[in-house]
């Protein structure tokens, strides 16, 4: 079946460090991807999704890019600010498979010191 | 935007007991919902997908006689956790797509369960 592979379980970062969260994807079909963020109490919020490969998505200053070649929709931020501290989650929707369901990462939890 | 709304935020029953919960768009038209889990270890667990005027598919380890859904309108949906047990502690969230043709979701708070 389809699935979301995060490498990094928890990240430490200082404020104004560059961020990256890998994001590595299996589907069969061609999903959209998804990065979702979720503070301490929350529901997951939607950051941004790209549906075609080389397609950006951008919000609050992260991005990431589609890449179908590398299965790859990798996280990144230029300056990381401690309000920017959450789980993120990289998440895959594949309706080719007949589903809508969202195929959610394990997750990545951001830290940022001040 | 669209905003999804969840009730109550948190909950606290005894064992074998059950609690119902609710789900509410605001601002679009929730033509489908998704009932998630989230265990204490975050990960997330689909539970069913429900579309309006269509049949409510449950996922394997989840059943309409232990998670009973209803989406009797666009705006609104709730499930049931019966006879809860502490295998059914989480956060459950409601996920609601805009039309049949949306592939985002947008999730609300969660209501936490606890159990004891």
């Known amino acids: 079946g389809d699935s979301v592979t995060q490498t990094e379980g928890q990240v430490a970062l200082s404020e104004e460090d560059f961020l990256t969260i890998h994001c590595n994807y299996s589907a069969s079909g061609y999903p959209t991807l998804f990065w979702y963020v979720q503070y301490p109490g929350e529901g997951p919020q939607l950051l941004f999704r790209?549906?075609?490969?080389?397609e950006k998505g951008s919000s609050r200053g992260f991005e990431a890019t589609y890449d179908k070649g590398t299965t790859s929709f990798h996280l990144r931020k230029a300056s990381v600010q401690e309000s920017d501290s959450a789980v993120y989650y990289c998440?895959?929707?594949?309706?080719?498979?007949?589903?809508?369901?969202?195929?959610f990462g394990s997750g990545t939890q951001l830290t940022v010191m001040p | 935007g669209a905003l999804v709304y969840q009730y109550p935020r948190r909950t606290i029953c005894k064992s074998g007991t059950s609690m119902r919960m609710e789900c509410q768009a605001v601002g679009f038209q929730a033509t489908s919902v998704a009932w998630y889990r989230q265990s204490p270890q975050k990960t997330f667990e689909l539970i069913a997908l429900?579309?309006?005027?269509?049949?409510?598919?449950?996922e394997q380890n989840f059943t309409q006689e232990k998670f009973p859904i209803s989406h009797p309108n666009l705006s609104f949906s709730s499930m049931t956790v019966l006879n809860a047990y502490l295998e059914d502690r989480g956060l459950y969230l409601c996920?609601?797509?805009?039309?049949?043709?949306?592939?985002?979701?947008?999730f609300g708070p969660g209501t936490r369960l606890l159990v004891l």
């Open positions: 790209a549906s075609r490969d080389k």
């Open positions: 996920g609601a797509r805009l039309g049949i043709n949306q592939d985002t979701q947008y």
């Open positions: 429900s579309t309006v005027n269509s049949a409510i598919k449950y």
């Open positions: 998440a895959l929707s594949d309706g080719s498979s007949g589903s809508w369901q969202l195929i």
